[in-house]
């Protein structure tokens, strides 16, 4: 039979009441009955025995274990009104509890930034001193008193500061080890898809060796067929046609796919990055299809740019992709930028060279696959440029990313080494 709980008059099944209470143990960390522990021991070992004084105490401790709910400003502001209830019934500036004002300095120092430390620790002063100066203020202090006083109130400082300085040197090595693990992921997914590569290159290679010879003897066949039969006969000639047509097409799929699993022989040379760029645009300006929504191409090249090792033809065709895909991606009249940098990075100075536009953005999801071979969302796409322009800035040691924001546009940016 199921153990129940009263509620009122009525009792309910003992699963309704752990509903309500286990939520509460969860949140409960260890730390917390540790504080609560020590406040309460510090209540009942006070030598202040008023009863404002020990509520005060354990309210500490209650504000410590629900900061993390709170927040820290919220909790150090709780802090401090204790503090003043403490020494306002426990003795004043002579009150033996006077160590309690550190621990709002403390938590301020902790948690915050220097202005939330210097305002906390000042407070927490403030606290202490406004005995003196209003609520004692006709209380005469000896020279050994002033002494004591002053050494009470310059410990605040000495400590928030060496807490601050602790706490700045964990975010520090925190935020070291967060980069430190975001780069392990991102070289592990490199790795990752340069394997995938690898193998789909091979696998592709082999393939498209193999279709070639059955594609051939398809586009003689068609082409035989096409000059005997007679000429009444429209079909047979149109469907010959067709054939020869998909069999073209169906070579030059190919041969980007060779061209993908091929490895470039690449012979770098230094050169002038934004002469190239500016080759780039000529040919798309040039070469634009009719149906390509009209874009305007703007250039925003740093000075401080110097040589860069390249091949000519292949990083050309790096840029004449990007700079392709974000007129296809731009609403007509929007523009695209192509903007160059120096940066430094670990390996040493490089340039970055950005290719922007404000056109429909990529989803989320499809980030991580943009590079990937074969991956299109476009209708009549393959899915190889982008994975052959990765390809080639490989090769070239340098890097390409992405940012997109669905309805804002994207940032393709490659990096490469300074020659």
């Keep these: 039979m199921e153990s129940c709980a009263p509620v009122g008059n009525r009792r309910l099944p003992l699963r309704h009441y752990t509903r309500f209470v286990s939520p509460l143990w969860r949140h409960i960390r260890p730390q917390d009955l540790v504080w609560l522990l020590a406040f309460s021991v510090l209540a009942i070992a006070s030598p202040e025995r008023d009863p404002v004084v020990l509520t005060m105490l354990v309210a500490l401790g209650v504000v410590q274990v629900i900061e993390p709910r709170i927040g820290v400003p919220p909790s150090v502001i709780l802090k401090l009104i204790c503090c003043f209830f403490i020494l306002a019934y426990g003795g004043g500036i002579s009150s033996s509890l006077f160590v309690v004002v550190?621990?709002?300095a403390i938590t301020a120092a902790t948690n915050l930034n220097a202005t939330g430390a210097v305002l906390g620790t000042a407070a927490s002063c403030a606290v202490y001193l406004m005995f003196i100066f209003f609520i004692q203020s006709d209380l005469y202090l000896?020279?050994?008193?002033?002494?004591?006083?002053?050494?009470?109130v310059l410990m605040v400082p000495v400590m928030a500061f060496l807490t601050y300085q602790l706490a700045s040197q964990q975010r520090a090595e925190a935020r070291k080890l967060q980069e430190t693990a975001e780069r392990l992921q991102e070289a592990q997914a490199e790795a990752r898809r340069s394997e995938r590569l690898a193998a789909l290159g091979q696998l592709t290679a082999g393939l498209a060796h193999e279709l070639r010879n059955p594609l051939g003897t398809m586009k003689s066949s068609a082409e035989l067929l096409k000059r005997n039969v007679p000429a009444d006969n429209a079909i047979a000639t149109e469907m010959a046609g067709f054939i020869s047509s998909e069999v073209d097409r169906t070579n030059s799929l190919?041969?980007?796919?060779?061209?993908?699993?091929?490895?470039?022989?690449?012979?770098l040379e230094n050169g002038d990055l934004a002469a190239l760029l500016d080759r780039v645009i000529e040919r798309f300006e040039r070469e634009r299809s009719p149906t390509m929504p009209e874009v305007s191409v703007y250039k925003n090249y740093s000075p401080d740019v110097g040589p860069v090792a390249f091949e000519e033809q292949l990083l050309e065709r790096v840029f004449y992709n990007l700079i392709t895909n974000a007129a296809q991606a731009s609403p007509n009249g929007a523009a695209v930028t192509v903007k160059t940098k120096p940066v430094e990075t670990e390996e040493g100075a490089g340039v970055e060279v950005s290719v922007i536009d404000r056109g429909s953005g990529i989803e989320p999801k499809n980030l991580e696959n943009v590079f990937n071979p074969f991956f299109t969302t476009k209708p009549e796409g393959v899915g190889l440029g982008l994975a052959i322009v990765s390809k080639i800035v490989d090769e070239h040691g340098g890097k390409i990313t992405v940012e997109s924001t669905p309805g804002e546009g994207s940032v393709f940016r490659v990096y490469l080494p300074m020659g």
Excluded: G, M, N, S
Excluded at 142 to 152: F, G, H, K, P
Excluded at 254 to 267: D, G, N, Q, V, W
């Design 102 to 104: 550190f621990l709002p």
């Design 142 to 152: 000896d020279y050994q008193a002033i002494l004591e006083v002053a050494t009470r």
């Design 254 to 267: 190919i041969t980007r796919f060779l061209e993908f699993a091929k490895p470039h022989h690449i012979k």
